[in-house]
């Protein structure tokens, strides 16, 4: 079984939309996905990623189910210096990487921040969610395996988010999610593939084979954006969606 997570275009967070850059990426996209072999189509509610999934779906003339828990990862934090809700992802690497307990798989929900609010709650919806789909096609959890019976020859895609898609990594590859949040990025309409290996009859466990390909932007000259990414260096903003 093959799986594809795709990361929705340039966002306008503003309407929950893409941007004019973020259009076209989809459209570029959509030139790749219908050459791809392609079972079943899943979305997020979240309208950035409809938009990005549109192009692909009308022109193979399908539709794709809507997973409510394929939004982007919810949990939050209370921010001690503002005293507000802040996202319990995006923590200061000169905060994290202090933290022990960010470089174990499960030790992360008991950090003192993390703590504060939801993102251990969110974490395990969204990784029950995956898992119930993936027992639509036969897979149950056990441990760090998963058990099948019939390993299905089947393509699944799902256009989501950023840190959604590392919520999944971590969940099948065992890997601490904030490691994944704060060491990897994945461009906008990019694609991450990961496959089963079977080497054992009826035992399975999900292998990345390509993480943020946006082979598809390259090709066409289409510059990749940076949205979700930091600057590069200190208060010079690269203008492709880099935060000051």
């Not at 949040?181 to 390509?210: D, K, N």
Request: hydrophobic fraction near 40%; charged fraction near 25%.
């Amino acid at each position: 079984m093959k799986i594809m997570i795709i990361r929705h275009g340039e966002p306008d967070y503003s309407i929950d939309s893409l941007t004019e850059k973020g259009w076209r990426e989809a459209d570029l996209l959509a030139d790749r996905l219908v050459k791809t072999p392609i079972d079943d189509f899943y979305v997020s509610p979240l309208g950035r990623a409809k938009d990005t999934a549109r192009a692909t779906l009308e022109r193979l003339g399908r539709e794709a189910e809507v997973l409510p828990w394929l939004q982007e990862f919810r949990g939050w934090i209370y921010d001690p210096k503002t005293g507000r809700r802040s996202n319990a992802w995006d923590f200061l690497p000169q905060y994290w990487t202090r933290c022990p307990e960010f470089f174990d798989r499960e030790a992360w929900r008991e950090n003192a921040m993390v703590a504060t609010g939801n993102s251990s709650q969110i974490y395990d919806e969204s990784i029950a969610g995956l898992d119930s789909l993936l027992a639509r096609y036969g897979f149950q959890r056990q441990g760090c395996l998963y058990r099948v019976e019939n390993n299905p020859d089947r393509t699944i895609a799902l256009f989501c988010h950023f840190g959604i898609a590392m919520v999944m990594l971590s969940h099948l590859l065992q890997i601490p999610v904030h490691l994944l949040l704060h060491g990897f990025i994945m461009a906008p309409t990019s694609v991450t593939t990961l496959v089963t290996e079977e080497r054992i009859q009826g035992e399975c466990w999900f292998r990345c084979t390509g993480l943020g390909d946006a082979s598809h932007l390259v090709a066409a000259g289409e510059p990749l954006s940076h949205y979700g990414r930091y600057l590069e260096r200190f208060g010079v903003d690269d203008g492709l969606g880099g935060k000051p």
